[in-house]
C-alpha cells in the first residue's frame, strides 16, 4: 500500500460524524501501524536486494516518518483525552442496575514474573504493545549511522515516537520498561522475589495489614468476639540514580550487528548491580534510598566478637536454619537467601572429621550470590567480614517513578567522535514488613 492511499495525519485530526471515540482511537492507531508496515516494507526489499535505499524509496520513507510523527501526536492527544481517563478493566456492571459504576483501582505491585514494561504498555494505551522488543543498541546504531534495516516494526515506531531533545534523543517509555526488565531479571533480590510498585507521583503511600482480629470459639447466644484489623503505610520518596557511558563512534559502525545486543546487556547489569548493593546495604541517608541492613525490625545477629570462620564449628548451615527460623516466627515464609560468592564458596567446601563434604540439609532455601555483598567489613578486630540475607523478598518493595530513562547524547562530545549514553532513574526501596529478613554479619572467609 503506497503512502498516497494511507490516511493523513490532517485528514484523522478530528473525529468524524457519527464514529465514537473508540473507533476514532482504533482508526488513528491503525494507520499509524500501516505506516509503520510500510516503512518496514522499504527497508525489508532493500536488505533483500543487498542495497540501502534508493532515492526515490528514502523519499517514500521519510514521508512515512513525518506521518508517523504526527499520527503520534494526535494519539497522545487522544489517551489523555477525558473520554479516554476510565480505566474500563475497573469497570462493574451492578446486577439489576442499568448504570454503570467504577471500583478504585488496586495499587499495581509487580512480582518477579511479571513485566514491568507490559504494565506499562497496558498503562498507557489499554492493550500490550507489540510483542518485539525494542532494542537500544538497534536505535543508538540507527542515530549514528543513520542506517535503519534491521529494525523490527516496535524500533521504527521507537524512532517515530522518540524524542529529540537539544543534542540528544531521548528513548521512548516502551524502551526504559524492557531496559528495567532486564535488570530485574539479572539483579539478585528481584530473582529472589522482591516487588516493584509503579510510582504515579513522588511520594506513594503503600498500605500495609500490621495486625487483624482472631477467631475465637463461643457458646450459644454469648457475645462474639470483636476486634479491628490494624493498617498503616510503607511510603515511598522517589530518588535520582543516574550515570554516563561513552563509546567510540567507531566502534557503533564497526561492532554492528553485535552492539544491538552489547549496550542492553552492559547497562541492565550495571543498573541491577545498584539496586542490589542498595536494596541490601543502601544508607537511607539523602540521596540514597535504605536498604534491608539499615531498615527497622530487621533481625541481626552478629557471630563471634571478631567475626566467625565458615567451618563445622564456626559459621555453617546451622545459622541458615536460624534465619530461616527467625522469619517464621514473625508468620513470613522466606523465599532466599542472598550471600557473597565467597561465602558459597565456605559453605559448599564444608567436610566431617573424615574429609566428607557435608551435604546441606534439607529444607534450606535457594541462595542468590552476588558481589554487592562485602566480604571487607570490620567486625572487632577482623576485616574480612562480609553478611547473609534471608528474607521473604516479595516483602521489599522497588518503588520506580522514572526510568530507567536514556537520553542518547548525539553532539557533547563529537569533537572526539565519541557518543555518550545518560541513563537516569527515581525509586526508592521500602520494606513492607522488617521482621520479614534476617541479616546475619560477622561471616568469615
Not at 509487580?110 to 500490550?128: K, V, Y
Not at 543508538?140 to 521504527?156: I, K, Y
Not at 511520594?203 to 470459639?217: C, D, F, H, M, Y
Not at 557471630?303 to 546451622?318: E, R, V
Request: hydrophobic residues 40%.
Amino acid at each position: 500500500m503506497s503512502r498516497t492511499t494511507l490516511p493523513t495525519a490532517a485528514s484523522l485530526n478530528e473525529r468524524q460524524a457519527g464514529q465514537t471515540f473508540k473507533q476514532h482511537y482504533d482508526a488513528v492507531r491503525q494507520a499509524q501501524t500501516d505506516r509503520l508496515a510500510a516503512m518496514q516494507t522499504l527497508t525489508d526489499n532493500a536488505g533483500v536486494a543487498g542495497r540501502s535505499l534508493l532515492a526515490s524509496e528514502q523519499r517514500e520513507f521519510d514521508a512515512h516518518d513525518d506521518e508517523v510523527r504526527r499520527i503520534g501526536i494526535i494519539l497522545r492527544r487522544l489517551d489523555n483525552s477525558p473520554e479516554n481517563q476510565v480505566d474500563r478493566s475497573q469497570i462493574v456492571i451492578a446486577s439489576g442496575d442499568p448504570g454503570v459504576r467504577t471500583t478504585a483501582p488496586e495499587l499495581p505491585l509487580l512480582t518477579r514474573g511479571q513485566s514491568f514494561a507490559d504494565w506499562t504498555a497496558r498503562s498507557s494505551h489499554g492493550a500490550p504493545q507489540p510483542a518485539q522488543d525494542v532494542r537500544l543498541g538497534a536505535l543508538l546504531r540507527t542515530w549514528v549511522t543513520g542506517r535503519r534495516d534491521g529494525l523490527n516494526d516496535s524500533e521504527l515506531r521507537a524512532m517515530a515516537e522518540g524524542t529529540a531533545t537539544a543534542g540528544g534523543h531521548l528513548v521512548p517509555t516502551p524502551t526504559a520498561g524492557q531496559l528495567i526488565d532486564r535488570a530485574r531479571n539479572v539483579s539478585r533480590v528481584f530473582q529472589a522475589g522482591a516487588t516493584t510498585v509503579p510510582m504515579d507521583s513522588q511520594t506513594l503511600k503503600v498500605p500495609r495489614l500490621t495486625g487483624s482480629s482472631a477467631p475465637a470459639w463461643r457458646n450459644e447466644n454469648a457475645a462474639i468476639a470483636e476486634g479491628d484489623l490494624t493498617l498503616d503505610a510503607v511510603t515511598l520518596t522517589a530518588r535520582s540514580m543516574a550515570f554516563l557511558v561513552k563509546m567510540s563512534r567507531e566502534l557503533i559502525e564497526d561492532s554492528d550487528p553485535s552492539i544491538v545486543g552489547v549496550v542492553e546487556r552492559d547497562l541492565a547489569a550495571q543498573v541491577a548491580l545498584e539496586l542490589d548493593r542498595v536494596a541490601l546495604r543502601g544508607t537511607g541517608t539523602a540521596p540514597q534510598p535504605r536498604g534491608v541492613l539499615n531498615q527497622t525490625g530487621v533481625t541481626v545477629t552478629t557471630h563471634g566478637a571478631n567475626g566467625a570462620l565458615i567451618a563445622a564449628d564456626g559459621f555453617n548451615y546451622d545459622a541458615l536454619i536460624d534465619a530461616q527460623a527467625a522469619i517464621r516466627a514473625f508468620n513470613h515464609e522466606p523465599t532466599g537467601v542472598i550471600t557473597a560468592p565467597r561465602t558459597e564458596q565456605g559453605l559448599a567446601k564444608l567436610k566431617d572429621a573424615e574429609g566428607r563434604y557435608l551435604q546441606p540439609p534439607a529444607g534450606l532455601l535457594t541462595r542468590y550470590p552476588t558481589n554487592q555483598v562485602p566480604i571487607d567489613l570490620t567486625v572487632g578486630t577482623s576485616t574480612d567480614c562480609s553478611e547473609v540475607y534471608t528474607g521473604d523478598w516479595a516483602q521489599l518493595y522497588f518503588g520506580l517513578r522514572t526510568g530507567p530513562m536514556t537520553i542518547q547524547l548525539v553532539e557533547r562530545y563529537a569533537d572526539t567522535g565519541q557518543v555518550a549514553l545518560l541513563i537516569w532513574m527515581r525509586g526508592d526501596i521500602a520494606l513492607a514488613h522488617g521482621e520479614a529478613f534476617a541479616v546475619d554479619t560477622g561471616v568469615r572467609g
